[in-house]
């Protein structure tokens, strides 16, 4: 029995299409056997299964604060006027 099946169109800029082609060709897949295995894994992971970026990457000094917050050494204020406080308090 063939399972049942649907088609899909998306739009893609036509040169990333063309590159992928090519890099696919060399892979030995085409593009829809690519977007069924994405969606497969989506199906099987319950997400993406890979990180997802903007084009801006945090900072150094960003990284930093992330860390320092989920390592829990990160500070909480009860309220808006506390923490505006606390910006100023540590100017010179």
Not at 14 to 20: I, L, T
Not at 57 to 63: E, H, I, R
């Amino acid at each position: 029995m063939v399972a049942a099946t649907t088609q899909i169109r998306i739009r893609v800029p036509a040169r990333r299409m063309k590159n992928v082609r090519r890099m696919l060709g060399t892979m030995g897949v085409d593009a829809p056997s690519v977007v069924n295995m994405l969606f497969a894994q989506i199906e099987l992971q319950g997400r993406l299964p890979f990180e997802v970026f903007g084009e801006e990457q945090p900072n150094a000094t960003t990284l930093a604060a992330i860390e320092e917050l989920e390592s829990g050494k990160g500070h909480s204020f009860d309220n808006k006027a506390a923490f505006m406080k606390s910006l100023f308090d540590d100017e010179v």
